[in-house]
């Protein structure tokens, strides 16, 4: 381990590394910070640290500088660079307190009271996780979802809509919103398909984090949407709208399920069980699972496995919430496969979307959450029992939607 001669040290800088900050950059800002050190050979004088979340996310990124005791938001690599000569300008001071005099006024440096018990009405809320997409058209379609759930939701009930990347709120600006409305229980609940990592790892990982920094605040955590019999219901309209009769006998017509694809065996068996069941609910001889990416078989894979066991009509059914990168991929791929086997009718049906039965299935899943039966809380508990074996670094994952 290293250990620093801190004997000529006369200034102590925090940098937040929470998943807020480190969003917005705040790597490049410990780097700007220690190059300005190094070029004005200060290293000795002053020493740098990362932090976990100092508790100031919408001032991203935040630089506390000790003994003076100033709270800077970052936001430009000037700033940045100022704060080793402390000339930086008033507007980048959150709060300052030198020999006990506060340098700034009251509405700068306001935000949640630490401890808020008694202070006025508090609520419960429910916060949606969305994966969030860089396609901006799907977190569209998550916030406007939510929106229509909510009519259905109990109006005492807050509800907020956050993502887990590549959208904002993310999970822990979702959580501080909840709390600045007022909330002192919040219920979590992922719009997550199957049961993976980013449920069974990341997303309690938030929720631990949040409950360090506002321990009077309680959470639950609800359940993916998981093997659900409503999910099939969805699949059968998806497909009658592409022209399926799910009542009919169709003997030379295969089902491509096609799934994101993930490195969870688990999440991957499930995805096969659904492709199982839903076979059985239908009356075709072929449903084949198929993965747009991470594991195998490919789509590629699932077309020509459906055309060797003698399919004359395959129709590409998307196992995908709402609109994404890998949706517009997959229409690609429809247009290139009715292209390339011009003798086998190729359709597409439509992602999961606005379907009601989505809602019934969420807002079981939220019900869960409040009256304690939701096998989310078990995750809770698996995941502290990873992180204490493991370790966990408190951060966002960013993959391919």
Not at 178 to 184: L, M, N, T
Request: with cysteine.
């Amino acid at each position: 381990m290293t250990t620093w001669n801190l004997t000529q040290m006369q200034r102590h800088l925090l940098i937040c590394n929470g998943a807020t900050c480190m969003g917005a950059g705040a790597e490049e800002v410990t780097q700007q910070i220690r190059d300005e050190i190094r070029k004005n050979r200060l290293d000795e004088l002053i020493h740098t640290s990362r932090t976990r979340c100092n508790g100031r996310c919408k001032d991203k990124c935040v630089v506390i500088d000790y003994p003076k005791g100033t709270w800077y938001s970052v936001q430009h690599e000037e700033t940045a660079r100022d704060i080793v000569h402390e000339e930086v300008k008033e507007d980048a001071i959150i709060y300052s307190m030198e020999h006990g005099v506060r340098k700034r006024s009251e509405d700068r440096i306001k935000g949640i009271e630490k401890y808020k018990k008694g202070n006025g009405p508090m609520k419960k809320a429910v916060l949606f996780v969305g994966h969030g997409s860089r396609l901006e058209a799907g977190n569209i379609e998550v916030r406007e979802f939510v929106g229509q759930m909510k009519e259905y939701i109990d109006s005492a009930l807050l509800v907020e809509t956050c993502f887990l990347e590549f959208a904002s709120p993310n999970i822990e600006d979702g959580i501080q919103l909840c709390i600045e409305k007022g909330a002192d229980e919040i219920h979590v609940i992922p719009i997550i398909l199957l049961h993976a990592g980013h449920s069974k790892l990341h997303i309690p990982a938030e929720i631990e984090h949040a409950k360090e920094h506002f321990p009077d605040v309680r959470f639950t955590y609800g359940q993916t949407i998981g093997v659900h019999e409503e999910v099939f219901e969805i699949l059968k309209t998806r497909l009658t709208e592409a022209g399926f009769d799910v009542d009919q006998k169709h003997e030379d017509t295969a089902i491509l399920l096609i799934g994101r694809g993930g490195s969870d065996p688990y999440a991957n068996g499930d995805f096969y069980k659904i492709s199982r069941l839903l076979w059985e609910k239908l009356n075709v001889p072929i449903v084949e699972s198929a993965f747009m990416g991470v594991t195998t078989p490919t789509v590629e894979d699932g077309m020509e496995r459906c055309i060797k066991l003698g399919a004359k009509k395959i129709i590409m059914l998307p196992y995908f919430l709402f609109t994404g990168i890998l949706m517009k991929r997959m229409n690609k791929m429809a247009e290139q496969y009715k292209a390339s086997y011009p003798h086998i009718s190729i359709d597409i049906a439509q992602y999961f979307g606005y379907h009601p039965k989505l809602r019934t299935v969420l807002i079981e899943r939220m019900n869960q959450a409040i009256n304690g039966t939701s096998t989310g809380m078990q995750d809770l508990e698996n995941f502290r029992k990873y992180a204490e074996e493991h370790g966990y670094e408190h951060h966002h994952h960013h993959h391919h939607n």
